[in-house]
């Protein structure tokens, strides 16, 4: 894996200005390690730029992309995350294709969304990279080529011109925007359909959730910067939508080459936000993460202290608050894919949510911060017998107990 720098916006090329945010040293985010492999992390600085011509968020940095062969992240583990994936479902539904029209989903990851729309009457073909999908129960009318999705793959593996294209989180990941939005007009018939969902970089900032900023998000997309790259392709922008999922996503449907007589963007999208908005973010987030490492030391009175949740965000954490090896005891989380391994810079192992009933842990703080709720609820017996869980959401770093 290599971390290169670039000097000028993805969108518009203008040179970068001073970042907002910089971190010199940061673990990358979805590295997980061995025991044996501890202390070869790879890390690399964060440095995060506003366009000051665009208004484009993103990185200067960039992970290569063999790094998502192995990527870990498999969001199927989560009743909330396959109930919003069953909402995409719906929005597809709702576009009243005949039976059979092709679906293609960039990105399909454990292949959730694949087998909504497989059930469904459609063809289904899904790009994804790393082995998540779970090969042994393949839905009929579903495909998966273990590939990155580009112009070259769609002609290598005889890919038809599809009629919808769903890219969840994927955008985010991409360095040469132009190249990607280019393949995704290949990949349509004329008035086909294309649906994105990226982070929102609105709710980013209204959240001031600085962990949201991580290696292998290149861009952090408004309303505005997405529809400005998709028009520039030959797509009209039918609708917008704010959707909950990772903090608050930006669900947008385009058209290949149609004339579209309504464009609708939901209101919370709306906002422009510029370099000065985000310096007085940069500053409320160095607050945050001071008060992050306090806490944990205050924490650390009580006895052992669990992380409950080891997917990206809680890497960049960790990096961003300067914690040091055994600043947490273990880890926790419902993805058994993490199971046995450990987090990268304090070195802990990450283990199944079973252990804090078994072990019981004064306090287990919620690192997996957009699954709070979930996990609460999941989580009585511990509450009830005694543990507490600490919400991470804001710097009031409220205590959660059994009530
Ligand atoms: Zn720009």
């Avoid at 600085?45 to 011509?53: A, E, G, K, Q, T």
């Avoid at 464009?263 to 709306?270: F, G, H, I, N, R």
């Avoid at 005891?329 to 078994?358: A, C, E, Q, T």
Wanted: glycine share 8%.
């Amino acid at each position: 894996m290599n971390v290169t720098t670039r000097q000028n916006c993805r969108l518009c090329a203008t040179p970068f200005d001073d970042p907002f945010l910089h971190f010199p040293r940061l673990p990358v985010a979805g590295v997980y390690l061995r025991k044996d492999e501890l202390g070869g992390e790879p890390c690399a600085p964060l440095s995060v730029h506003c366009c000051r011509s665009c208004g484009l968020v993103q990185l200067a940095q960039e992970v290569s992309q063999d790094f998502y062969r192995e990527y870990r992240f498999s969001g199927g583990h989560s009743a909330r995350y396959r109930s919003h994936v069953a909402n995409v479902a719906q929005v597809v539904q709702s576009l009243d294709l005949p039976a059979g029209s092709l679906i293609v989903e960039v990105g399909s990851n454990d292949g959730t969304l694949l087998r909504c729309m497989g059930g469904a009457g459609y063809e289904v073909i899904g790009f994804e990279p790393a082995r998540t999908f779970d090969d042994d129960q393949p839905p009929t009318q579903v495909r998966v080529i273990h590939d990155f999705f580009s112009q070259a793959a769609l002609e290598e593996h005889g890919v038809e011109q599809a009629d919808v294209l769903v890219a969840r989180h994927v955008l985010e990941h991409v360095s040469e925007l132009d190249d990607f939005v280019s393949a995704i007009r290949q990949a349509l018939v004329p008035g086909g359909w294309v649906i994105l969902e990226v982070p929102d970089a609105v709710s980013l900032h209204r959240g001031g959730v600085v962990t949201n900023f991580l290696h292998e998000h290149n861009v952090y997309f408004t309303s505005a910067t997405l529809t400005e790259l998709m028009t520039r392709h030959g797509f009209s922008h039918v609708r917008s939508t704010w959707v909950e999922a990772h903090c608050g996503s930006i669900l947008a449907i385009y058209r290949k080459d149609h004339t579209q007589a309504t464009s609708e963007v939901a209101p919370q999208l709306a906002e422009r936000i510029g370099p000065a908005a985000w310096t007085d973010f940069a500053w409320r987030a160095g607050t945050y993460l001071k008060s992050f490492g306090e806490l944990l030391q205050s924490l650390r009175v009580d006895g052992p202290v669990v992380g409950y949740g080891s997917a990206q965000r809680t890497t960049t954490l960790i990096g961003m608050a300067d914690l040091g090896e055994g600043a947490l005891d273990y880890f926790v989380d419902k993805n058994p894919n993490h199971h046995g391994l450990y987090l990268p810079v304090v070195h802990r192992p990450i283990h199944s949510p079973d252990r804090l009933v078994k072990e019981m842990p004064r306090h287990a703080v919620i690192l997996a911060q957009s699954f709070e709720e979930e996990i609460v609820e999941e989580n009585e017996e511990y509450l009830r017998r005694g543990g507490t869980l600490v919400s991470t959401r804001d710097a009031a770093f409220r205590r959660i107990a059994a009530a």
